[in-house]
């Protein structure tokens, strides 16, 4: 496509492959472009298990700038501040949200209304379900993109948001795999009455000793709490065998209430994965490919950013394209913007957790945050 065509965005052809988070907002951003834009999604459903999250004031903005904070805000509860506590419950830090502009509160949001709500601003028939990527061919002014069963589709801009495993990034941009953390997540959401008198408000607290993190998220506007537990485990199986009495080795010392939480459990409701993330990517982008997301800067959790951070690419990628006279140009432009900002936050996404650490790398946007461990 020769440069000068990036001036019109309604002659812009993109293919986003992924409907998760960033998927979804880089369709709504590059839609409002007036780009011609379609989202292929392995899944033949969508849907988003796990538990809480919080998404940032910047986020919230985004969001507004969409035109859709009220379709996400309606599914969520405004948090004023996360607490940091030792592992019987006395308090190491407490800190409210990082403002932007006159948006002050953190919204805290169940992993499945998110993600509906988001595909639920979309068009009718803009997101594809059932089409696995096999391969990518990149063609310089286009791409080509080929789903199992021989379906193809050429696309002046693919936008690959597959995620921590992304076939884009593989196939075009270096094939170094997932890096397994040392630690396991387990992740339940329960009634606010199964939380033994833990959830009094809407604000996040976490729980640290001896190499665990307890999160209590509240999800009020559901009559639930998100119960997070991160412990340190050797066994990289992406999805490993757990026991209860395992977990509840984990919570040992902890307040007794955060206790009879784990042993209240019904495991079949526990979601349990290994947490990995990926090393820095060198390069997000050619001149008709472009990764955001996981796809791009996968980080532990630690931090809460994962998904800020690909609702941040999206909007940032529309930026850039809106600014720049050319693809190449938008698309380097929008690297420029964020990939410093991703590579600092994974670095700090993977620092120790000790108390003395905590200053520094709670919340991820403080100044002091740039120490990273080897």
Known sequence: MPSSDLKDLKDLKIAIVGAGYGGAAAAK??????????????????????????????????????????????????????????????????????????????????????IEALLGVLPEGMVRLGHRLETIEDKGDSSVLTFAGGATVEADLVVGADGIKSVVRRQLFGDKGPVFSGEHAYRAVISVDEAHGMVTDDNLRMYIGRGTKIYLLPLRHRGQVSFDITALCPDGTWTPQVTKEDMLRTVEGFDERLVDITRGLDMDTVNIRAVYDIDPVDTWHSDSVVLVGDAAH?????????????????????????????????????????????????????????????????????????????
Do not use: C
Not at 55 to 66: E, G, H, I
Not at 303 to 317: H, K, P, T, V, Y
Not at 325 to 333: F, P, R, W
């Open 29 to 114: 951003a590059l839609s409002l472009l007036g780009a011609d834009v379609t989202v292929y999604e392995q899944a033949n459903r969508t849907r988003e298990v796990g538990a809480g999250i919080g998404l940032r004031p910047v986020t919230m903005n985004r969001f507004r700038q969409w035109g859709i904070f009220d379709a996400i805000a309606r599914v969520s509860s405004p948090s004023e501040y996360f607490e940091i506590l030792t592992a019987t419950g006395d308090p190491i830090m407490k800190e409210a949200w990082p403002a932007d502009g006159e948006q002050t509160h953190t919204h805290l949001i169940h992993r499945g209304d998110f």
């Open 298 to 374: 996968s980080m532990l959790h630690h931090q809460g950013q994962g998904a800020n951070s690909a609702i941040e690419d999206a909007g940032a990628l529309a930026d850039a394209l809106r600014r720049a006279d050319s693809l190449t140009e938008g698309l380097a432009l929008y690297q420029a913007t964020r990939k410093p900002v991703t590579d600092q936050l994974q670095a700090v996404s993977r620092q120790g957790w000790t108390e003395d650490e905590i200053s520094d790398v709670f919340p991820g946007q403080k100044p002091a945050a740039t120490a990273t461990k080897d």
